[in-house]
Nanobody, 122 residues
Framework: QVQLVESGGGLVQAGDFLRLSCAAS????????MGWFRQAPGKEREFVAG????????AYADSVKGRFTISRDNAKNTVYLQMHSLKPEDTAVYYC???????????????WGQGTQVTVSS
């Protein structure tokens, strides 16, 4: 079975930079798309970014496009989220997800990590 473990969260100032990592362990039987969601207290889970297995396709939420960059290293079974120019509204728990396509991320046919907290102070 596949497990997803996020790391890289923390407390930063507005305008700062963070890089989140999600490492997949175990064995998978398919080549999965991977991506990131986030959830703030009292709000619904929100899609942030996704990347196909081959990295031929990417998708971003409008709120982060131009500031965040998703990438992956299949040799290391790891997906990254480069977060630049962080804003207080980026504060949330960030979850890694894996599924058969970018569109399937967040569905009942996807996998989830435990999340990592990102807090951006003003």
């Amino acid at each position: 079975q596949v497990q997803l473990v996020e790391s890289g969260g923390g407390l930063v100032q507005a305008g700062d930079f963070l890089r989140l990592s999600c490492a997949a362990s175990g064995r998978t039987f398919t080549r999965h798309a991977m991506g990131w969601f986030r959830q703030a207290p009292g709000k619904e889970r929100e899609f942030v970014a996704g990347v196909s297995w081959s990295a031929s396709s990417t998708a971003y939420a409008d709120s982060v496009k131009g500031r965040f960059t998703i990438s992956r290293d299949n040799a290391k079974n790891t997906v990254y989220l480069q977060m630049h120019s962080l804003k207080p509204e980026d504060t949330a728990v960030y979850y890694c997800s894996a599924g058969p396509s970018i569109a399937a991320l967040g569905s009942d046919n996807s996998y989830w990590g435990q999340g990592t907290q990102v807090t951006v102070s003003s």
